[in-house]
């Protein structure tokens, strides 16, 4: 896994990598590269370069955020997390769609355990379905799919930049996607709750616009999905 730490204090990269390292296993391997400026990252970035970007916020000149506007010109896709000192910015992070907004003087339990839960956000984003494309099997990443739905006898799955007609049983993709974050809304529908924009009453507003419709018997389940999802994201 490979990690960029972006902080003008170098005793706190040093704390950063420690910490993450303590979270190593026999499946995580990590590669640092650190960086004491955002002008200093900003000029040898590119896309893809990194699985996760760890930026403070207040840092002289550019800072923090103006940095992940930068980034994410570039890279869309990249997980990023701000660990900083202060609060204030939080909704400003939302806004470059980071990850985690990481306090650095909160408790060592909580603390460790959001950079666990990042590591692990890293693999859930690398998991994949088989799906069969014009009679080529391809991998299809979960955190592609919007929902899927069985539609004329067939299981439709939609992404944002197509839908994939597939056989089978809605029922087997949600045994399959259970630890992706997939709830039905229906009993012929199953959404991504990581591609939730937001809810409304009985709607759910995808990221890219689409809005589906909840049934009465699966509204409680969902909306205690999405916000658990949301709180463990910014809390």
């Known amino acids: 896994m490979r990690i960029a730490i972006c902080d003008d204090e170098r005793t706190y990269i040093e704390k950063i990598k420690n910490d993450i ?24 970035f590119s896309k893809d370069k990194y ?11 550019l800072n923090g955020l103006q ?14 997390i701000f660990m900083t000192s202060y609060d204030k910015f939080v909704y400003q992070g939302y806004e470059v769609n980071a990850f985690r907004y990481i306090l650095k003087n909160q408790p060592e339990p909580i603390y460790l355990k959001q950079l ?5 956000e890293y693999y859930r984003n690398k998991k994949y379905i088989k799906v069969i494309d014009d009679d080529i099997e391809k991998e299809l990443l979960t955190v592609d799919i919007l929902y899927i ?31 992706c974050l997939f709830v039905r ?21 995808m990221k890219n ?27």
């Open 21 to 44: 390292n303590s979270l190593k296993t026999h499946e995580n391997e990590f590669e640092f590269s650190e960086f004491e400026s955002g002008e200093a990252f900003i000029s040898e």
């Open 51 to 61: 699985d996760l970007i760890i930026l403070d916020i207040e840092m002289k000149d």
């Open 67 to 80: 940095t992940a506007e930068f980034l994410r010109q570039i890279d869309k896709n990249v997980i990023l």
């Open 116 to 120: 666990s839960d990042t590591i692990q």
């Open 149 to 179: 739905e069985v539609y004329s006898h067939q299981i439709v799955i939609h992404t944002l930049n197509k839908d994939y007609y597939q056989k089978g049983k809605l029922a087997d993709y949600e045994k399959m996607l259970e630890e």
């Open 185 to 205: 809304s229906d009993k012929s529908v199953l959404i991504n709750i990581t591609n939730i924009d937001y809810i409304k009453k009985n709607q759910v507003f």
């Open 209 to 235: 616009g689409k809005v589906l419709y909840v049934s009465r018997n699966h509204l409680e389940k969902i909306t205690k999905a999405f916000l658990k999802f949301s709180r463990n994201r910014w809390g």
